[in-house]
């Protein structure tokens, strides 16, 4: 067998694995619960779109989709601008007592405790600050689980960026907010937009901290609200694979068109 | 640059006068923030796990008992068991996988940004969708598995009501989303070693099998070090892909700590218990990785 073919072979293997079980959710979604559970088709014989429409219609997914893009991006949005501006601040001065070192150190350490450790605690810190099922009380978690990340990441490459360029536009006039406006932060969009990209990610798929702080369409997100309606209808699976489908759709289309730079970002970290 | 040139240049940089608050103002939010939402719930959790509750009140100050009782409860320790097969078998077959592929990815062929396209979206999906997705291929009634098999003459398929079975079922949902993650990281990997030392060995006759041995496998041994360990960080923590799968079961089975840890605090109301199961768990996944640090670090060193 020639080294090409048996090439080909593996991809077309690999593939398989890979779309197949993705393949056998949206030809659900397509399908009747009857002809799921009794005829057990390769393909749906009459694919139509009712389960998408009964998810909108009678089970609040329009909700859930709003909830989860107004919380991504808030707390993305805001995670950025507060991290970005510690990162800078870690990168360039140089404070007193190392204040500078000692906080990035605190925000590097607070980013290996494993979140499940606060879960509890920060389910009683919304209870007590009235913020259970709520955007804000869920925007503030994620926020500042974002944090640590941004800093972190930010920090790295605001140290690649030599200091000579700002110090050149500020001797040229420029306030050092100017200096960093025009020199500093567009040298750093990639590493912004790298960071950026994974936050959106994390925080769109989280569930955990999503299950214990909403209850109700208010405010429940999508992997929240989907996991509940599997939770009361076990059997039914055109909906599961209806709301599976749709629950994939905005992240999955954001990861490809992001592509170039989410591969940076994710391999990044570990081979530096 | 040396040090003293570095501290001199932001000296310079600082200013005086009204740019000396500057970097107090930039650091400020990010240390409220955090100070908030993080530390001071990690500093509540400690307090209480130190408490009795009973429905979600705490009545009294136990001290560590709530830690010593974890270690005499049998659900804990099964729990912790499950957890820690789930883990090795996981990342032990992701890693494998994950550098066979990025091996065989290594030379650009026809094909292979698709395959690099396609690898992505495992990792991207949401986790609970993840699990939607495995749910459907082994429902007994309605699943993927169960299709085929009727399609070969076959009967139906039980997975997720055997417990070995759905044990297996659940590494393989992990190595299904988690293995492209392992062949993106091994790749950067590879992709940055040096070309000389593998020519040479090609020039001296070895063949490929040896050639991954003695050169491939040494030299990246960095990256998958760091891989396994960032994957096993993770996958101690694995909760929504059994939440929804299979909420545990059947019976304790798939049971991992996270699973355990949300049960007791939200279904069983015992806030302080699951406070020191938590606290338990982070300290075991802290020892975990710096273990390995130190590892990585000895290795670099020999």
Known sequence: ????????????????????????????????????????????????????????????????????????????????????LAAYAIARFHLRFNLERTVGLSLLTLRIVPPVVILIPVYLLMLQLRLLDTWLGLIITYTALNITFCVWMMESFFREIPTDLEEAAMVDGDSRFTAFRRITLPLAAPGLAATAIFAVIVTFNEFLFALVLTATPRAMTMPRGTATLIGRIDTDWASMAAAGVIGALPIVIFALLVQ????????????? | MSARDRWLSRERLQGAGLDAALPYLLLAPSILVTLIVLVYPLWDGIRASTQFYRYGKALRDVGLENYARLWDDPQFLNSLWVTLRFVTASVAIETVLGLALALFCLHEFRGIKLLRTVLIVPMV?????????????????????????????????????????????????????????????MLAGLQSLPVEPFEAARVDGAGPWRVFIDHTLPMLRPVIAIAIVLRTIDAFGTFDQVFVLTRGGPGEATRLLSVLGYDTAFKFQQTG??????????????????????????????
């Open chain 1, 1 to 84: 067998m020639s080294a090409r073919l048996l090439r080909g072979l593996v991809t077309a293997l690999i593939l398989m694995i890979v779309l197949l079980p993705i393949y056998w959710m949206v030809a659900a979604s397509l399908k009747s619960n009857l002809e799921i559970t009794q005829q057990a088709t390769l393909y749906p014989h009459a694919p139509s779109f009712d389960n998408y429409r009964r998810l909108f219609s009678e089970k609040q997914f329009g909700d859930y989709l709003t909830n989860s893009l107004v919380v991504t991006a808030c707390s993305v949005a805001l995670s950025l601008v507060i991290g970005t």
């Open chain 1, 260 to 272: 170039r730079h989410l591969v940076r970002g994710l391999t990044l970290g570990a081979v530096k």
């Open chain 2, 273 to 302: 218990y699951a406070a020191a199961l938590f606290l338990t768990m982070g300290l075991i996944i802290l020892a975990l990785a710096l273990a390995a640090v130190r590892m990585l670090r000895r290795a670099g060193e020999s």
């Open chain 2, 125 to 185: 999906i949401t986790p609970v969708v993840v699990a939607i997705v495995f749910r459907l291929i082994y429902a007994s009634d309605a699943g993927m598995l169960t299709a085929f098999s009727e399609a070969l003459g076959g009967g139906p398929v039980q997975i997720l009501g055997e417990p070995t079975r759905a044990f297996v079922g659940l590494v393989a949902l992990d190595v299904w989303e988690w293995t492209p993650l392992m062949f993106l990281i």
